[in-house]
């Protein structure tokens, strides 16, 4: 059993960055693929980036690539989001979730969710 707890969530104006964390604990880090989600209000949950286990690569989607970077310390077991130039449709809150499986951007791939963190882009 992994469990998964993001922090870093809260309220920025349009144009400036956060950096959102992720910490997965109960599994071997080195073999997770961590992935990051958000949802807005009366939205479907949606793919925002995932890093694999192996090799650390990641894929991103679309409205976020060019902005958002994920990076992992397996040091220190932890999965990082960084988001820069945030924009007022970023708001949402924000999941990160795991799978001892490759990379992937579909929400069913994914065993193991955190309980998410807010993030308010205001313009």
């Known amino acids: 059993q992994v469990h998964l707890v993001e922090s870093g969530g809260g309220l920025v104006q349009a144009g400036g960055s956060l950096r959102l964390s992720c910490a997965p604990s109960?599994?071997?880090?080195?073999?997770?693929?961590v992935g990051w989600f958000r949802q807005a209000p009366g939205k479907e949950r949606e793919f925002v980036g995932t890093i694999s286990w192996f090799g650390a690569r990641t894929y991103y989607a679309d409205s976020v690539k060019g902005r958002f970077t994920i990076s992992r310390d397996n040091a220190a077991k932890m999965v990082y989001l960084q988001m820069n130039s945030l924009k007022p449709e970023d708001t949402a809150v924000y999941y990160c979730?795991?799978?001892?499986?490759?990379?992937?951007?579909?929400?069913?791939?994914?065993?193991?969710w955190g309980q998410g963190t807010q993030v308010t882009v205001s313009s």
């Open positions: 109960g599994g071997t880090f080195s073999t997770l693929t």
């Open positions: 979730a795991a799978t001892g499986s490759a990379a992937h951007n579909l929400k069913s791939s994914y065993d193991y």
